[in-house]
């Protein structure tokens, strides 16, 4: 399968800094990546769809001006957490579908733990 | 709403044995897929069916799906300790506009 790298891979921080996440499509170029969240021993749930090059787009209740992901490129998407509290520890997860398929397989990531003090 | 609903939660059993997961639905769906996950890794892409499937194998995994039940079942043939990880179904719905997990089986194999 593709290979999409995350980074880090586990991220402590204090309450109130930001932290970015890297998430790179290695095998090919994806014009859409998708950011999940999951907490322990739970489900994923999209937060949102990142578009190369536009506006993402936010799930319900996802808040866009805490989670502000950026999709520079066709291989690079990043998420950042800003000012992190301790809710906001999870297990952050991307994942990418080539390029008119993205409602099929999706490759993902290997996760970033996140932990905030 | 909650798609893909898989029981059991957890299951337990012993190496060699068979194991068999459920996934529920509720709308209309394209295809459906199942993943693994193993503790704290990311999620790895096992078999996708289409709705006008009925049945798909993959080594020792063996898929179906009922879309007049909404429902579909994961079997793992011959167990092995290594099979030991959560298994989550994703539903992709007929206009592609969501990809939803369910809440996932944990699946131990003792050995």
């Known amino acids: 399968g593709a290979v999409v790298s995350q980074h880090p891979s586990w991220v402590i921080c204090k309450s109130g800094t930001s932290v970015k996440i890297e998430c790179r499509s290695l095998?090919?170029?994806?014009?859409?990546m998708f950011w999940y969240r999951q907490f322990p021993k739970q489900s994923l749930m999209l937060m949102a769809t990142?578009?190369?090059?536009?506006?993402?787009?936010?799930e319900q209740g996802v808040e866009k001006d805490k989670f502000l992901i950026n999709h520079a490129s066709l291989t690079l998407s990043t998420l950042t957490v800003t000012s992190a509290h301790p809710e906001d520890s999870s297990f952050y997860i991307c994942?990418?579908?080539?390029?008119?398929?993205?409602?099929?397989?999706?490759?993902f990531g290997p996760g970033t733990r996140l932990t905030v003090l | 709403s909650q798609q893909g609903e898989e029981d059991p939660q957890a299951l337990s059993i012993q190496e060699g044995e068979n194991a068999t997961m459920n996934c529920s639905y509720k709308?209309?769906?394209?295809?459906l897929q199942w993943y693994r996950q193993n503790s704290g890794r990311g999620l790895v892409h096992l078999i996708l069916?289409?709705?006008?499937?009925r049945e798909k194998h993959s080594g020792r995994l063996r898929v179906t799906l009922d879309t007049s039940k909404k429902s579909s079942s994961l079997l793992i043939t011959a167990s092995r300790a290594a099979d030991t990880a959560s298994y989550f179904c994703?539903?992709?719905?007929?206009?592609?506009?969501?990809?939803?997990f369910g809440p996932g089986t944990r699946l131990s194999v003792l050995p």
């Open positions: 069916i289409r709705s006008n499937e």
């Open positions: 990142s578009n190369e090059g536009s506006k993402a787009t936010y």
């Open positions: 994942s990418v579908s080539p390029p008119g398929e993205e409602w099929n397989e999706q490759f």
């Open positions: 095998d090919f170029q994806a014009t859409t």
């Open positions: 994703a539903t992709v719905d007929n206009y592609g506009q969501n990809f939803v």
């Open positions: 709308t209309s769906i394209n295809n």
